[in-house]
């Protein structure tokens, strides 16, 4: 592309503001034309924000987009795709009763006749070698060809910018391969793409350069052929992935809790399905599982804590008792309590006191009800014990939950659990969200709690908190749990690649065959 | 200038409690204006509605004897609201309560004894849960929207009612007015202020109140059903179960529905008749609303629905009101409270000119 032509877009310090959150933070990149542009990050970066700016479905508290050399703002997605910019979301909107020309012919802002639509779409799918059939109803098709008529729809608009929101999440790996052709036809006649994603095989194999987000914060830009999928992994999981130096192998005991070959179906379209998931805790041990959010952490928390039930009572024991048909409260009075990744609406009830809020978990094992009637001295009591030993800063066991900051109430609630010694404790995200000094008590109340002879399960995008607390972790990705390894002289770059998703791609999910992915990597 | 609503970190206390309050002035000053319009003098039409009742002590027995119901039923129904369980349809159960009880009167018509009413008051409240136990039984199962179903099946109950007076159950000495025999004297409810009108209604409805106040204060039970309905993951996580929480709260609503029906049939009206459904089952939502889903607040709230309903027939008959104001008042109470709910979670905001561009 020649060098004085000006950028397809840049964007100048977009920021974006939610309650409580940043969303975006002075992000700042360009794009050139016929340029596919990767923009990485973990779920809750910030990329779908930045680019619903982008495409007018929201808009920018602060900064300045710039589209082909002009100054450039939309306030909605029609004046979006009027300036040549086309999206395909990562969920589809479509008719399943009727046919792909139908769909396509609602979501045209221009009159067309369907005649005309008819064979301008044909003329498309020819030039990009898509396949579809026009008149086939939509309920028939499978989901690459249903991303198919979103591309189509995208490309009749002959955009100058093409988003696509992770487009391979729901593809098979031919699929895949067939959109990357599409895309790279695209690109070198001038289309510049912007491809949100968290792959980093699929973008070291397609991008010519990447725009990492972390924390809605640009941390980091490169050309990802010339990076490993290790540095793309440390820029985006956060900080650098350091070896840490641990202490002489714990002996542990007996083991306390067993996940043996557990499978759950999704519970709604955007969930992820468990499969096959086995392994094992012992006494005194902290059990990590790593992994880039939405891969089935919240799944795995809630068929492990009986909010959903496991199809075999076996499928899950806790030290030789079958509990996988067992509720939430009967699996806390055996002796398993658990701490969800959310901690306003789920782990605790933010409009209730503190003291209404042990209730909600510990009533059973700290006999806070008796004969049906709620124990007020005892409950209190229980709170006051809880903000006392783990330092809540609260007002007292009346506050509302909702008054705590963040780290409070997380410290409140692993309080909470804790507190109640259970045999096996499992906590998604411990200190997801909260401030340093939270992190470091929460981190030393497990491993105090491990060492007194508890198992504990850990879940968490943090992979430093894993390889500070965990003598063993292992990867969820895509619902599948890979091998567990021991944290001790454990390979970064296989927990990275991992996390990554090369084991998904290529379904392999034995550590041991790492090294062959890493070559396997190298050479896309 | 602009304003926005912005949200509330936390509900406001005041707020909760000012809202209904105001409801019921603005009430009235709304209900004045439109009276006036419509040719009435609307302040005269307020003060006899809203503070004849209370002003004139003659009909203070009439409060009591309105109160009784609305309050039982909106002490079941806030239960159930708390929960986030919308049963509508009260007035079908207390119509399906009223007509067991009445199967019981006509069945041992020709017996006495104490055990009469209370096996009558049994029969009411299974009446009622049996009617709201349809709803129940298909939103648990199917998922069917539980406000569709106990609002039409209010309609199946008049159906019922109606068939059941004009045929089955019409006395054979009514000279052919639909209606049942007179129940015994063992079957009325006793008077229990001698003089007076004021039935044993009155005190149950107190009673029951002050048993909701601590079910739901001092229970698991009542734990159970607010934290279901304020945060279901967390009800999810505490392992207290959604389908039981459904069954239990729309039973509850059911039975306290059913067993007011009792309280009517044996009480003010001593056999069945056409007229028996009076509303109350629908004015019990205002009155749940307007107590702020609190026992305590339901009692309170209760005097001032009665209120409206004698003041309403009060007004009938001194200014020749139409009967339909009362339901017009009421509406506009139900409104207002809904309406100035979104103060307790949200606050208003001047927006300066300049900090937006555009929010079209």
Not at chain 1, 47 to 67: C, E, F, P, Q, R
Not at chain 1, 229 to 252: C, P, V, Y
Not at chain 2, 86 to 113: C, D, F, K, R
Not at chain 2, 296 to 317: P, R, Y
Request: charged share 15%.
């Amino acid at each position: 592309m020649p060098d004085n032509a000006p950028n397809r877009l840049e964007l100048n310090g977009i920021t974006k503001q939610f309650p409580g959150v940043l969303a975006n933070d002075t992000v700042s990149f360009n794009i050139a034309p016929g340029e596919i542009h990767a923009l990485l990050g973990e779920n809750g970066a910030g990329k779908s924000t930045l680019v619903k700016m982008i495409y007018g479905i929201m808009k920018s508290d602060a900064g300045s987009m710039v589209w082909d050399g002009e100054p450039f703002e939309v306030s909605n997605p029609k004046e979006a795709r009027a300036k040549g910019i086309g999206m395909v979301f990562q969920h589809f909107s479509l008719f399943e009763a009727l046919t792909v020309l139908e769909n396509i012919a609602l979501g045209m802002d221009g009159s067309l006749s369907l005649k005309e639509l008819e064979t301008k779409v044909v003329e498309v799918m020819q030039a990009y070698g898509l396949t579809l059939q026009p008149d086939r109803m939509v309920s028939s098709l499978s989901v690459g060809e249903r991303q198919r008529i979103e591309i189509v729809r995208a490309l009749l608009l002959n955009p100058k910018l093409l988003i696509m929101d992770e487009p391979t999440s729901v593809l098979t790996p031919q699929e895949v391969k067939q959109l990357f052709t599409t895309l790279r036809q695209l690109a070198s006649e001038g289309c510049s793409i912007l491809y949100i994603s968290h792959k980093l095989n699929e973008i070291k194999e397609l991008c010519h350069n990447a725009t990492i987000l972390r924390g809605g914060k640009v941390v980091g830009e490169c050309n990802p052929a010339e990076e490993t999928s290790k540095s793309m992994a440390e820029m985006m999981i956060g900080g650098s992935l350091k070896e840490i130096s641990k202490g002489e192998t714990n002996i542990f005991g007996d083991v306390l809790l067993n996940v043996g070959s557990l499978s759950l179906a999704k519970s709604h379209d955007f969930g992820t399905a468990l499969k096959d998931i086995s392994f094992e805790v012992r006494q005194g041990e902290i059990f990590g599982v790593a992994g880039v959010a939405g891969n089935g952490q919240n799944e795995l928390l809630a068929v492990l804590s009986g909010e959903a039930l496991a199809k075999g009572e076996d499928d899950i024991i806790l030290h030789g008792k079958s509990i996988g048909h067992f509720g939430p409260n009967h699996r806390r009075k055996v002796g398993l309590c658990c701490v969800p990744e959310e901690r306003n609406g789920h782990a605790a009830v933010s409009d209730f006191s503190l003291s209404d809020n042990a209730i909600l978990t510990a009533r059973h094992r700290k006999n806070l009800v008796k004969t049906g009637m709620i124990l007020n001295g005892p409950s209190v009591a229980y709170a006051d014990e809880i903000i006392k030993k783990f330092g809540v800063m609260a007002t007292g066991s009346r506050a509302n939950a909702g008054s705590l900051s963040g780290g409070n109430l997380q410290k409140f609630i692993m309080g909470r659990e804790i507190l109640q010694v259970p045999e096996v404790l499992v906590v998604s995200q411990p200190t997801w969200g909260v401030d340093a000094g939270a992190a470091a008590f929460i981190h030393q109340a497990l491993v105090d709690m491990a060492q007194a002879g508890s198992a504990i399960v850990v879940i968490s995008q943090d992979l430093d908190e894993l390889l500070a607390l965990c003598e063993t972790i292992s990867v969820i990705n895509e619902g599948t749990l890979s091998k567990a390894m021991e944290v001790k002289g454990i390979s970064i770059d296989e927990v990275g690649l991992l996390m990554g998703g090369v084991h998904g791609a290529n379904n392999v999910d034995q550590a041991n065959d790492i090294d062959k992915e890493v070559s396997n990597a190298v050479q896309a | 200038m602009q304003f926005r609503l912005e949200k509330r970190a936390e509900i406001s206390r005041s707020m909760l409690y000012f809202t209904p309050v105001a409801a019921v002035l603005l009430t009235m000053i709304m209900g004045a204006i439109i009276f006036t319009i419509l040719g009435f003098n609307g302040a005269v039409a307020v003060r006899e509605i809203f503070l004849t009742p209370l002003t004139n002590s003659l009909k203070w027995q009439d409060l009591a004897v309105k109160s009784a119901p609305l309050i039982i039923i909106a002490v079941g129904l806030s239960i159930g609201f708390r929960a986030n369980v919308w049963n509508i349809g009260a007035e079908g159960q207390y119509i399906a309560g009223g007509l067991a009880a009445t199967g019981v009167a006509l069945i041992t018509h020709q017996m006495s004894g104490w055990w009469l009413l209370p096996l009558m008051g049994v029969a009411g409240i299974l009446g009622g849960m049996a009617w709201v136990a349809v709803p129940a039984f298909l939103r648990v199962k199917l998922n069917v929207n539980e406000i569709l179903t106990t609002l039409m099946l209010t309609y199946v109950a008049v159906q019922l009612l109606n068939f059941l007076v004009f045929g089955p159950w019409k006395s054979p000495t009514s000279f052919g007015q639909p209606q049942t025999v007179l129940f015994n004297n063992d079957q009325i409810l006793p008077y229990i202020i001698p003089g007076t009108i004021v039935q044993a209604g009155a005190p149950i409805a107190i009673f029951i109140a002050i048993f909701a106040w601590v079910l739901m204060s001092k229970s698991i039970f009542g734990f159970q059903i607010r934290t279901v309905g304020t945060a279901p993951n967390a009800a999810r996580y505490g392992g207290f179960s959604a389908n039981q929480t459904i069954w239990f709260s729309l039973l509850i609503g059911g039975g306290l529905a059913g067993f007011a029906g009792m309280l009517e049939v044996a009480g003010p009206f001593n056999r069945m008749v056409p007229q028996f459904p009076t509303n109350y089952g629908f004015t019990a939502i205002i009155v749940a609303f307007l107590g702020r889903l609190h026992p305590v607040g339901v009692m309170v709230a209760g005097i001032v629905l009665a209120i409206s309903f004698v003041g309403g027939e009060i007004a009938q008959t001194t200014i020749g009101l139409p009967n339909a104001a009362v339901g017009l008042f009421q509406a506009l109470m139900l409104f207002l409270i809904l309406a100035g709910d979104i103060l307790v979670r949200y606050r208003i905001k001047r927006v300066g000119q300049k900090s937006e561009v555009s929010s079209s």
